[in-house]
């Protein structure tokens, strides 16, 4: 049984830095990349950034040049490392593991950014 947890969320302030990690359980066959997605409240999920398993990254354009996604392949750990947080960041971050078959979701921290 595949688990992502997710730890790191919190409160911080507008300019601060955070940085969330994703630890992955049970085995995924032919897993293609992990990665993040946020959701605000009342919008709709949206993706942050991932990393596949050949290292290629890809950013939303929101975020480009303050986030980096990055991984541990040893402990099965993913990280988002938040730089410059914006009160626009603020939502619950949800890690994601991804194959050509189906998606796989942690149940996510909440990120707050104060003005």
């Known amino acids: 049984q595949v688990q992502l947890v997710e730890s790191g969320g919190g409160l911080v302030q507008a300019g601060g830095s955070l940085r969330l990690s994703c630890v992955r359980s049970?085995?995924?066959?032919?897993?293609?990349?992990m990665g993040w997605y946020r959701q605000a409240p009342g919008k709709q999920r949206e993706l942050v950034a991932t990393?596949?398993?050949?290292?290629?990254?890809n950013y939303a354009d929101s975020v480009k040049g303050r986030f980096t996604v990055f991984r541990d392949n040893a402990v099965r750990t993913v990280y988002l490392q938040m730089n410059s947080l914006k009160p626009e960041d603020t939502a619950v971050y949800y890690c994601?593991?991804?194959?050509?078959?189906?998606?796989?979701w942690g149940q996510g921290t909440q990120v707050t950014v104060s003005s």
């Open positions: 990393i596949t398993s050949d290292g290629s990254t």
């Open positions: 049970g085995s995924i066959f032919n897993i293609r990349g």
């Open positions: 994601n593991a991804f194959n050509v078959l189906a998606n796989y």
